[in-house]
């Protein structure tokens, strides 16, 4: 690059920034006013066009019912005071300038609660174009009211609404946005609404941006749902598995009531992060009803446990219908055999003749009759036991596999909602 081109390019240089100086003087320095209305007649109506030229969701707060974004709005409307002709200006057709030098419309988010703007007022910038029409691009990010149903949690679908003005809309589009981690953009709807104040026979108008957004259950699903179901399935064979051959339930209950308040505590993790309404969502009746389940199973295990406490204790003779319904046929039949045995050596006993009852060998026979006896209520006693620990094994089968069946149910019935 020789001398003359870096002079050429310097003096087109110095030209462009000579006219774009001009430019600015010839807009603003001419009587212009940017708190005045930009129309030639006072009926005139300023047309603004929204463009949302990015939108990032950043959270949704179901406990706050709010909704936080970032969003670059994009404001088009005509200036009458703010044209020329390029002809006149080296041909430029258009010119940034601060906004604070130009009238710009009084557009607020009416349904945010609170707004962080990225630039301060003094470092934006506005672009005017030679025919009147200026674009400013307003880049912030709001705390949105959202009302939030939850009914559905964790597959629902939120409506956000989002409403902007109020001044004339003319055009609204949506060119650009994102979700989160947890959320998805199903679609952007937009409206306008008009409206009239009747007292001062003001008429304006207001954009409504619906925002519809699907939340991604997998989390949910992974950190409380899938938890909920083993520890609820761990709970029921605990409680319903026999642990040893002498058929002890008392951990059973304990591991039931353990499970019971890491349930609670699952349950107060979703409640926490709800809004408080009316309705429990999805997943928290999905909890409560594994708590229901497990409650049940514990109801159900120290209902087990009093019933063989007291059969054992008050030596009940397990009834042979009972046994037959439930399996244990053969178990009834050796405890009537030995209460058959045990009743018809007794009467051999009394039977015995009264001269050899006082003599030596008598008492010898009685002292071995009554060993026997005792060898046979012991052996009856075990078998009694014995009985009543398969019936209630069958009794714990027959629960365990209902109330497997029903958390099945239930967890289904939350996975396919």
């Known amino acids: 690059m020789n001398f003359w081109t870096v002079l050429i390019l310097c003096q087109l240089a110095t030209v462009a920034k000579f006219s774009t100086s001009n430019l600015a003087h010839h ?5 212009y006013n940017p708190n005045d209305r930009p129309v030639l007649h006072e009926s005139d109506t300023i047309n603004l066009t929204i463009d949302i030229n990015k939108f990032t969701l950043l959270r949704m707060d179901q406990a706050e019912e709010t909704a936080i974004f970032s969003a670059e709005f994009l404001l088009t409307w005509k200036d009458a005071f703010l044209n020329w002709n390029p002809s006149e200006f080296n041909g430029q057709k258009r010119i940034k300038v601060k906004e604070q030098q ?11 609660i609170a707004k962080e703007t990225l630039l301060d007022a003094n470092q934006r910038y506005v672009e005017v174009f030679w025919d009147g029409t200026v674009r400013q691009s307003i880049y912030s990010v709001y705390t949105n009211l959202c009302n939030m149903k939850v009914v559905n949690f964790p597959y629902d679908s939120q409506i956000c609404i989002i ?3 109020p001044w004339t809309i003319f055009v609204v589009k949506v060119q650009l946005f994102w979700g989160n981690s947890e959320w998805d953009f199903d679609k952007l709807a937009t409206s306008v609404d008009y409206s009239i104040d009747a007292d001062v026979d003001f008429h304006f108008s207001e954009v409504r941006f619906e925002l519809y957004v699907q939340r991604r259950p997998q989390f949910y699903l992974w950190v409380l749902l899938i938890p909920t179901f083993v520890i609820t399935t761990v709970s029921v064979c605990g409680l319903f598995i026999p642990t040893n051959t002498l058929g002890d339930r008392e951990e059973k209950v304990n591991l039931g ?16 992060s709800m809004p408080k309404a009316s309705a429990l969502p999805l997943l928290g009746n999905f909890i409560l009803a594994e708590i229901f389940v497990v409650a049940a199973g514990v109801v159900c295990s120290v209902i ?3 019933l063989h406490h007291r059969a ?3 030596r009940w003779k397990p009834k042979p219908w009972i046994l037959k319904i439930l399996g244990a046929t053969g178990s009834a039949k050796f405890v009537k055999i ?6 018809k050596r007794k009467k051999n006993t009394s039977a015995l003749p009264l001269l050899r009852q006082s003599a030596p060998w008598a008492e010898f026979m009685a002292s071995l009759h009554a060993l026997l006896d005792y060898l046979d209520e012991e052996e009856v006693d075990r078998r009694r036991e014995l009985a009543w620990l398969k019936l209630f094994d069958r009794v714990d089968a027959i629960l365990l596999v209902t109330f497997l069946i029903v958390n099945c149910i239930v967890t289904i019935i939350v996975c396919k909602h």
Request: proline share 2%; net charge negative.
């Open 102 to 112: 130009v009238w710009r419309p009084d557009v607020t988010v009416s349904t945010s």
């Open 338 to 343: 030995s209460y058959f045995k045990l009743e």
């Open 27 to 31: 807009l603003l320095n001419n009587g």
């Open 304 to 306: 087990t446990l009093t």
């Open 312 to 314: 054992n204790t008050r």
């Open 163 to 165: 409403d902007i003005g």
């Open 257 to 272: 009531l353990t499970t019971l308040l890491s349930s609670a505590v699952i349950l107060e993790i979703v409640a926490n």
